[in-house]
C-alpha cells in the first residue's frame, strides 16, 4: 500500500446492509455515520473497502444469511482493513505482515538456519540498513528468550 493512500485515506468504502446489499458512501467517516445511524454491526450493517464487496456478499451468504454473527463481523473487520497485495512474497512491513514459513517443524538445525537467513534477508531488502540493526537486536532478544525456555523446560 503507498504511503500516500494511508495518509489521505483516499480509498472508497461501501456499507454493506444485513443482506448483503453494497450502498456506496464514499469517505470511511461517511460510513461511520450511516453504520451507526443503522445499528451498526449487531444489526448487521458492516463498512468494507469498496473493492471487497463482493467478498463480504459471499460471506453473508455462507453463514447463512445471519449479518450480525460474530463470525461474519471478524470476516467484514478484515474486510474493512485489507490493504493491496501485489504478491505473497512481498514483504510487507509497514502493514506488520511479512511472509514466512517460520510456524514450522524443522528436521535440522540447518533448516532453522536456512530459513531465518532468507527472513533477513527480504526483511532487509525491504526495509534497509535500520532493519538489519533492528533485526540483530531482536534476534540477540529472541536468543536470550529461547535459552530461557529451554532452562524452564529442563526443571
Not at 40 to 48: D, F, M, T, Y
Not at 83 to 96: H, S
Not at 118 to 130: R, S, W
Request: with cysteine; aromatic share 6%; proline share 2%.
Amino acid at each position: 500500500m503507498k504511503l500516500k493512500n494511508i495518509l489521505n485515506e483516499s480509498r472508497e468504502f461501501v456499507v454493506i446492509d444485513p443482506r448483503g446489499n453494497a450502498k456506496p458512501v464514499g469517505s470511511k467517516i461517511q460510513a461511520a455515520q450511516y453504520t451507526k445511524k443503522m445499528g451498526g454491526p449487531a444489526k448487521g450493517w458492516h463498512i468494507v473497502l469498496a473493492k471487497n464487496a463482493t467478498k463480504a456478499r459471499r460471506a453473508i451468504e455462507k453463514n447463512g444469511g445471519n449479518a450480525s454473527s460474530s463470525k461474519v463481523q471478524d470476516i467484514m473487520f478484515d474486510l474493512m482493513y485489507e490493504g493491496d497485495k501485489k504478491d505473497d512474497k512481498e514483504v510487507l512491513l509497514g502493514e506488520g505482515r511479512i511472509k514466512s514459513n517460520i510456524a514450522q517443524t524443522w528436521d535440522s538445525k540447518n533448516t532453522i538456519l536456512d530459513d531465518c537467513r532468507n527472513f533477513i534477508l527480504q526483511a532487509v531488502e525491504a526495509g534497509g540498513e535500520d532493519m538489519a540493526r533492528d533485526l540483530a537486536n531482536a534476534f540477540k532478544l529472541l536468543s536470550n528468550y529461547a535459552l530461557g525456555e529451554y532452562k524452564k523446560s529442563k526443571k
